[in-house]
Each structure stands twice: as C-alpha cells, then as structure tokens.
C-alpha cells in the first residue's frame, strides 16, 4: 500500500520544498524506492526545481502537457474523477513528478464551497474533499508519494491532508515558527470534528467512499536553515541564538500538536534532524535542477564544496532515514 508523506508549514520560507525534494532523491537512491512527488503549491516550487526551463515551457504552453490542473478541472466542471494520469520524471532526481500548476489556485474557491456542503452531509462536497484522496489511491504502485503545499491553512491543504498518511513540518529557526504549529494545531483539530460530523450525516456511505480518507499521522519536524559552528569535539553544533529556539520546539510541538494529530512514534523525541544553512548549495543545487548531495564539477562545484555536497547527504539522509524508520516503511 502507497504511503502518503505531506510536508506542511502554516510558515513560509522554511526550506520545505528543498528538504522535499532532496528526501525523495535519497528515498529514491538509497532505499530505492519507487517515489512520486505531487506538487499541490500553486507557486510550483517543486517542479521549477526538478525540471529544466524547456520542460517547464512545455508543462504551461502546450496543450498536450499534463500537470495537477488536469486532475482538478474535471471536477470542477461537475464531471467527477478524472480518469487520466500521467506523470513526469525528473531526470536528476530520478522521481516521478506530477507537476504543480499556478491554476491550482483557482480551485481554492470550489473546494472552500463544497467543504461548507461536506460538513453538512452533502455526497457531492465530500467527493470533492476527497479529490487528493482519490489521487493517491490511484497511485498505489509507488512505495512512497511526497506531497509539497504552500503555506495556507486553506482549502487546498486541507484536502491534500485529508488524503494523508504522514505529514512532517519544517520549521525554521524563529518564534514565528513555533506560532505557526499552534495555528495547525488548532486549524486540524477543527476541521477534523468537522469532517466527521459530516461523514455522519452522509445519507449513504458507499455513494462517496469515505474510506478513501487516510488518519493523519506526525511524523515529526525539521530544524531548518540555522547557522552552525564546530565545537572542540568537531561537531556542528547550532549557535546560540539559534539553539535557544530550537530547544523550543520540542515543548511546543508536544504541547499543541501531538494533543491533536496521532504521533507516528510516541517514544521517540519529535524532532527528525536538523537541516544547517547551507549557503551557495542551495541555489547551486537550483541552478542545476538536481539534489545538493548529488552535485557535480560540471555544476560547479568547487573546492571545499565537494565536502559540502558529501556532508548533504549524510544531513538529508539523516532526515529520511528518521522518516523511514518512524513510519515504519521498510526497505
């Protein structure tokens, strides 16, 4: 069975959609695993990373393209499911990508709407709540399906996690975070009573299959993008302005979202890894439409960066790994 991974902050600019990508090129390389990477953010991030110029020219000028807008137009014109899939592969990432769409966007309005209709009972609103849901299920053959979102606490997102296994939340290193999983923890819990009164008043089940709605699990969280320093034992070790934050994070997640979200391990601390600022990588990496750990000389790397593409994977590796080994996924 396919398991679902969202990565979802109510922050933006915390890195999520470079800790995304990079995690599915190392589940893909290392653990090979069969990975697709659905881009459910309207600013498509995700998919300007992972392809070059001329295939993101193709994706929003040919008509012929396929991108996550063909799934949703369907239903937005009252047509149901749509039948058709097709995926994109991204040659450095060596991953399966639906690639985002910027009129994803114009959907927000629609599943706003019939969300009012789901809760209320409605067997139309509730399908078009499970649109994702649907999506995923059809993509049973992946080991694994990573879901990148925008910041919001819309309609979109709520969907996306609606169709979730798993979600893991990058966060930078800043109050604003740590305020920021207060508002998910609030947001979820309200939008799951939500959907379970409207699932009561359903008159007939099978006519929307609910069971298509997966139980959202954390997974855990990332420190992301803080700036390091060796100690006298060598170790990279976050500065103090920094660390102070971050010693937050375990307390606040506890305190708010493990009280409303199931956890994936309740005997292992919450935090997955730490991900330090990694400086020229990233857009060395952008440039290049390839993961950081998987840069070459041909893409300019230089010198010193050479062990800073090493240390990238063992940073992101570790990461994926925790993600692994808390969801239980094995190899």
């Known amino acids: 069975m396919t398991t679902s991974i969202t990565f979802f902050n109510n922050k933006g600019g915390v890195g999520k959609t470079t800790l995304l990508c990079n995690v599915a090129a190392y589940l893909a390389e290392e653990y090979e695993y069969e990975v697709l990477v659905i881009d459910a ?11 070059d110029d001329e295939k993101l020219q193709y994706f929003y000028e040919e008509t012929s393209s396929f991108t996550l807008y063909n799934i949703i137009r369907p239903l937005s014109l009252g047509k149901g499911y749509s039948k058709e899939l ?3 592969r991204s040659p450095r990432f060596n991953v399966d990508v639906i690639p985002g769409d910027p009129r994803l966007a114009l959907t927000e309005d629609l599943l706003a709407k019939d969300w009012g209709s789901a809760i209320g009972g409605d067997a139309r609103g509730i399908r078009t709540t499970l649109l994702f849901a649907d999506l995923v299920h059809r993509c049973s053959d992946y080991d694994v399906v990573l879901i990148d979102v925008g910041p919001s606490l819309g309609s979109i997102n709520r969907a996306v996690l609606i169709a979730t296994d798993y979600f893991v939340a990058p966060m930078s290193i800043d109050i604003f975070s740590v305020k920021a999983i207060e508002n998910i923890a609030t947001w979820i819990e309200k939008w799951r009573k939500q959907w379970d009164v409207g699932i009561a008043n359903v008159d007939d089940l099978e006519e929307v299959d609910a069971d298509l709605a997966r139980d959202l699990c954390f997974a855990g969280y990332v420190s992301q993008q803080y700036l390091a320093k060796r100690d006298r034992k060598g170790t990279k ?10 010693n937050q994070f375990e307390k606040v997640v506890s305190s708010h979202l493990s009280k409303t979200v199931p956890l994936a391990d309740r005997n292992a601390p919450l935090g997955l890894g730490a991900i330090p600022n990694l400086h020229s990588m990233i857009p060395m990496s952008q440039s ?12 300019g790397v230089r010198g010193a960066h050479f ?3 090493k240390d990238a994977k063992t940073t992101f590796g570790t990461v994926a790994d925790e993600i692994i080994e808390r969801i239980g996924l094995e190899e």
């Open 41 to 51: 953010d309207p600013q498509c991030n995700a998919t300007q990373y992972m392809f």
């Open 86 to 88: 097709n995926v994109s």
């Open 237 to 246: 070790r976050a500065v103090n302005a920094y660390e102070r934050i971050m």
């Open 288 to 299: 290049a439409r390839a993961p950081v750990f998987m840069l070459k000389s041909t893409d």
């Open 307 to 309: 062990s800073k593409v």
